[in-house]
Protein backbone atom coordinates (compact mmCIF):
# COMPACT_ATOMS: atom_id res chain seq x y z
CA UNK A 1 0.00 0.00 0.00
CA UNK A 2 1.61 3.61 -0.82
CA UNK A 3 1.81 6.36 1.74
CA UNK A 4 -1.19 8.61 1.58
CA UNK A 5 -0.55 12.14 2.54
CA UNK A 6 -2.31 14.21 5.64
CA UNK A 7 -5.77 15.21 4.84
CA UNK A 8 -4.72 18.72 5.08
CA UNK A 9 -2.38 18.36 2.76
CA UNK A 10 -4.37 16.55 0.07
CA UNK A 11 -7.00 19.39 0.85
CA UNK A 12 -4.00 21.84 0.10
CA UNK A 13 -2.71 20.43 -3.11
CA UNK A 14 -6.57 20.03 -4.21
CA UNK A 15 -7.14 23.70 -3.74
CA UNK A 16 -3.87 24.39 -5.32
CA UNK A 17 -5.17 22.35 -8.84
CA UNK A 18 -8.14 23.62 -8.16
CA UNK A 19 -6.95 27.63 -8.56
CA UNK A 20 -4.61 26.06 -11.49
CA UNK A 21 -7.60 25.19 -13.68
CA UNK A 22 -9.64 28.69 -12.35
CA UNK A 23 -6.22 30.07 -14.19
CA UNK A 24 -6.85 27.91 -17.23
CA UNK A 25 -10.33 28.45 -17.76
CA UNK A 26 -9.22 32.77 -17.65
CA UNK A 27 -6.34 32.12 -20.43
CA UNK A 28 -9.06 30.28 -22.28
CA UNK A 29 -11.59 33.23 -21.92
CA UNK A 30 -8.69 35.54 -22.79
CA UNK A 31 -7.64 33.58 -25.82
CA UNK A 32 -11.37 32.71 -27.03
CA UNK A 33 -11.75 37.04 -26.59
CA UNK A 34 -8.69 37.18 -28.74
CA UNK A 35 -10.02 35.38 -31.65
CA UNK A 36 -13.05 36.74 -31.31
CA UNK A 37 -11.30 40.45 -31.93
CA UNK A 38 -9.05 38.51 -34.70
CA UNK A 39 -12.27 37.25 -36.67
CA UNK A 40 -13.82 40.95 -36.26
CA UNK A 41 -10.62 42.46 -37.73
CA UNK A 42 -10.44 39.99 -40.75
CA UNK A 43 -14.40 40.77 -41.30
CA UNK A 44 -14.00 44.65 -40.92
CA UNK A 45 -10.55 43.69 -43.55
CA UNK A 46 -12.86 41.93 -46.19
CA UNK A 47 -15.82 44.82 -45.75
CA UNK A 48 -12.71 47.00 -46.57
CA UNK A 49 -11.87 44.98 -49.35
CA UNK A 50 -15.26 45.23 -51.28
CA UNK A 51 -15.79 48.88 -50.71
CA UNK A 52 -11.93 49.58 -52.04
CA UNK A 53 -13.18 46.92 -54.77
CA UNK A 54 -16.31 49.00 -55.66
CA UNK A 55 -14.51 52.32 -55.63
CA UNK A 56 -12.10 51.11 -58.37
CA UNK A 57 -15.16 50.17 -60.25
CA UNK A 58 -16.87 52.76 -59.73
CA UNK A 59 -14.01 55.08 -60.82
CA UNK A 60 -13.53 52.50 -64.43
CA UNK A 61 -17.21 52.89 -65.13
CA UNK A 62 -17.43 56.78 -64.81
CA UNK A 63 -14.26 56.86 -67.01
CA UNK A 64 -15.89 55.15 -69.58
CA UNK A 65 -19.17 56.61 -69.17
CA UNK A 66 -19.12 59.74 -67.41
CA UNK A 67 -15.53 61.46 -68.08
CA UNK A 68 -15.17 60.08 -71.70
CA UNK A 69 -15.52 63.55 -73.02
CA UNK A 70 -13.54 64.86 -70.59
CA UNK A 71 -11.07 62.03 -70.41
CA UNK A 72 -8.29 64.87 -71.97
CA UNK A 73 -8.46 66.72 -69.91
CA UNK A 74 -8.52 64.60 -67.01
CA UNK A 75 -6.51 62.18 -67.75
CA UNK A 76 -3.73 62.44 -65.51
CA UNK A 77 -5.87 63.27 -62.54
CA UNK A 78 -7.90 60.27 -63.06
CA UNK A 79 -5.19 58.03 -63.31
CA UNK A 80 -3.73 59.41 -60.21
CA UNK A 81 -7.14 58.49 -58.37
CA UNK A 82 -7.01 55.15 -59.93
CA UNK A 83 -3.67 54.61 -58.88
CA UNK A 84 -4.53 55.54 -55.35
CA UNK A 85 -7.33 53.52 -55.56
CA UNK A 86 -5.30 50.74 -56.68
CA UNK A 87 -2.39 51.13 -53.56
CA UNK A 88 -5.33 51.40 -51.34
CA UNK A 89 -6.72 48.26 -52.50
CA UNK A 90 -3.65 46.68 -52.03
CA UNK A 91 -2.37 47.62 -48.89
CA UNK A 92 -5.78 46.61 -47.86
CA UNK A 93 -5.30 42.99 -49.44
CA UNK A 94 -2.05 42.99 -47.77
CA UNK A 95 -3.42 43.82 -44.28
CA UNK A 96 -6.28 41.21 -44.70
CA UNK A 97 -3.76 38.52 -45.10
CA UNK A 98 -1.35 39.93 -41.94
CA UNK A 99 -5.01 39.66 -40.27
CA UNK A 100 -5.86 36.34 -41.26
CA UNK A 101 -2.77 35.25 -39.93
CA UNK A 102 -3.25 36.91 -36.48
CA UNK A 103 -6.67 34.80 -36.76
CA UNK A 104 -4.76 31.36 -37.28
CA UNK A 105 -2.23 32.44 -34.19
CA UNK A 106 -5.25 33.26 -32.15
CA UNK A 107 -7.04 30.13 -32.77
CA UNK A 108 -3.95 28.01 -31.84
CA UNK A 109 -3.43 29.85 -29.03
CA UNK A 110 -6.92 29.42 -28.17
CA UNK A 111 -6.65 25.60 -28.82
CA UNK A 112 -3.35 25.66 -26.76
CA UNK A 113 -5.04 26.78 -23.86
CA UNK A 114 -8.02 24.48 -24.15
CA UNK A 115 -5.51 21.73 -23.92
CA UNK A 116 -4.14 23.16 -20.91
CA UNK A 117 -7.39 23.31 -19.50
CA UNK A 118 -8.04 20.04 -20.48
CA UNK A 119 -5.08 18.93 -18.63
CA UNK A 120 -5.21 20.89 -15.64
CA UNK A 121 -8.99 19.26 -15.08
CA UNK A 122 -7.45 15.55 -15.59
CA UNK A 123 -4.89 16.56 -12.60
CA UNK A 124 -7.63 18.41 -10.65
CA UNK A 125 -9.80 15.09 -10.68
CA UNK A 126 -6.61 12.83 -9.95
CA UNK A 127 -6.20 15.12 -6.81
CA UNK A 128 -9.96 14.99 -5.87
CA UNK A 129 -9.44 11.27 -6.53
CA UNK A 130 -6.18 11.25 -4.06
CA UNK A 131 -8.31 13.79 -1.75
CA UNK A 132 -11.45 11.35 -1.19
CA UNK A 133 -8.88 8.18 -0.57
CA UNK A 134 -7.43 10.08 1.79
CA UNK A 135 -10.37 10.95 3.75
CA UNK A 136 -12.16 7.74 3.42
CA UNK A 137 -8.66 6.09 4.86
CA UNK A 138 -8.37 8.78 7.63
CA UNK A 139 -11.96 7.83 8.34
CA UNK A 140 -11.14 4.02 8.44
CA UNK A 141 -7.96 4.52 10.60
CA UNK A 142 -10.51 6.38 13.10
CA UNK A 143 -13.04 3.92 12.81
CA UNK A 144 -10.57 1.22 13.48
CA UNK A 145 -9.01 3.16 16.69
CA UNK A 146 -12.39 3.55 17.82
CA UNK A 147 -13.33 0.08 18.18
CA UNK A 148 -9.38 -1.07 19.38
CA UNK A 149 -10.50 1.74 22.60
CA UNK A 150 -13.84 -0.26 22.95
CA UNK A 151 -12.19 -3.52 22.97
CA UNK A 152 -9.26 -2.22 25.13
CA UNK A 153 -11.69 -1.08 27.43
CA UNK A 154 -13.78 -4.09 27.01
CA UNK A 155 -11.01 -6.25 28.08
CA UNK A 156 -10.24 -3.93 31.04
CA UNK A 157 -13.26 -3.46 32.86
CA UNK A 158 -14.25 -5.86 35.95
CA UNK A 159 -17.34 -6.48 34.24
CA UNK A 160 -15.80 -8.31 31.33
CA UNK A 161 -14.63 -10.76 33.91
Given amino acids: MRAL ?12 RSLRVQRARDRCT ?6 ERAMGAVEARQQ ?12 AHAMVHGLAPAMPRWAELVDAQREKLSEALERAEYALIRDER ?11 ARAELTRALARED ?19 RAELELEDQGRGSPRSR
Fill in 5 to 16: PHPREAQQLARL
Fill in 30 to 35: QAQAQV
Fill in 48 to 59: EIERRRGEVGSL
Fill in 102 to 112: ELEDAQERLQQ
Fill in 126 to 144: AVRGLADEVRRAHGLMREQ
